[in-house]
């Protein structure tokens, strides 16, 4: 597992390997994407987190990058650490299904 913060100069090389890795990844039948707003979690540290192991990863590169403050790289999965500030609380994204 390789963990790197914004800070670090080795940030954008490793954001660029595992978007070019995750391209045209489905991830196969147990792709996973994992959302965590857990709000004791987002008090202490500030930070928002998403999971993937498809190619997710790389729409997340593409979109979010300048809002990737940190990355957990697992080599068959990636977990991205954004800054709480710019992530809308998931209600403003779920749609509820009208009857």
């Not at 045209?24 to 008090?43: I, L, Q, Y």
């Amino acid at each position: 597992m390789t963990f790197i913060e914004k800070t670090d100069p080795r940030f954008n090389g490793l954001l660029d390997k595992i978007q070019k890795d995750f391209y045209h990844n489905s991830g196969g039948p147990d792709a996973e994407e994992v959302w965590s707003r857990h709000k004791r979690e987002v008090k202490e540290t500030g930070r928002v987190s998403f999971y993937t192991n498809g190619s997710s990863a790389c729409n997340v590169i593409k979109r979010c990058r300048p809002g990737i403050v940190a990355v957990r790289y697992f080599g068959n999965g990636v977990e991205f650490l954004f800054d709480d500030k710019i992530v809308r609380p998931f209600h403003t994204l779920a749609k509820v299904k009208k009857d």
